[in-house]
């Protein structure tokens, strides 16, 4: 039996395939931290913590792509504008109307995504849909009944801290709940990622969330001025 569970560890060793970054790209290390923990929220997983006899399923939230296919929908139709401004059988100078209508609405088109960035993306990495709760999680965080969550990251130029902060998608001045980690918790001088590692801190951070114990608004208020000095 012993000879078995040895061999059984083994595989899970040989299972654990780890990534390696080139952790001088602050770009590229940003994105795979951002990969990891918006993946946490949407797979479905088994915690090792019990309800009772029975094992929770971990986080399992669906996203919601409205926004993302917004602006789909808006950069289709500014291609179809350029499209039709490049390729449209018309004699110049009498096409000179056309062509000035489709730049003209091919430009307020990617001013308009330009706005959706910079006022409703932010530093956003992923939305969700409401998800089904328990009934003693919503006892303590009610406000899951009817709003999903937005999760936002951020990582100033020239340091080392990675913020991830957890709160409601569309709840007028939401709650949040946040933690600071340097990288270096998740990558070793030769870069390799310890993903697991993340993800089981942004499900402990999660638990937290769902049971209500958010960030004071005070701490709030020091981190975002903090965040100002530092950009």
């Known amino acids: 039996e012993e ?3 040895e061999e059984e560890d083994e595989e ?14 602050i770009v590229k290390l940003k994105q795979i931290l951002d990969e990891t923990v ?15 006899d029975r094992k929770v399923k971990s986080l399992g939230y669906q996203e919601d792509h409205k926004l993302n296919n917004l602006k789909l929908i808006l950069m289709t139709v500014a291609c179809a504008f350029a499209m039709v401004a490049q390729f449209a059988p018309l004699p110049f100078p009498e096409s000179r109307f056309v062509l000035g209508g489709c730049c003209a609405a091919y430009f307020m088109l990617s001013g308009v995504l ?15 849909k409401v998800k089904e709760q328990r009934t003693s999680v919503l006892s303590k965080n009610p406000a899951l009944l009817n709003y999903g969550l937005r999760i936002r990251t951020s990582m100033p130029r020239f340091s080392e801290f990675y913020t991830v902060i957890i709160e409601f998608q569309g709840l007028e ?14 990558f070793d001088v030769e870069g390799m990622f310890d993903e697991y590692g993340l993800e089981d801190e942004i499900e402990q951070l999660y638990r937290r969330f769902e049971a209500g114990k958010f960030d004071s608004k005070k701490s709030n208020t020091k981190k975002s001025a903090k965040k100002q000095k530092t950009n």
């Open 38 to 52: 918006a993946n946490t929220f949407l797979e479905d997983t088994i915690l090792d913590e019990l309800e009772g």
């Open 12 to 25: 899970e060793e040989e299972e654990m395939v780890y990534l390696q970054v080139d952790t001088g790209d």
């Open 114 to 128: 330009q706005l959706i960035a910079i006022f409703l993306d932010k530093d956003c990495i992923l939305i969700t």
């Open 173 to 186: 001045d939401s709650p949040s709940l946040s933690k600071t980690w340097s990288v270096g918790k998740f």
């Open 3 to 5: 000879e078995e569970e």
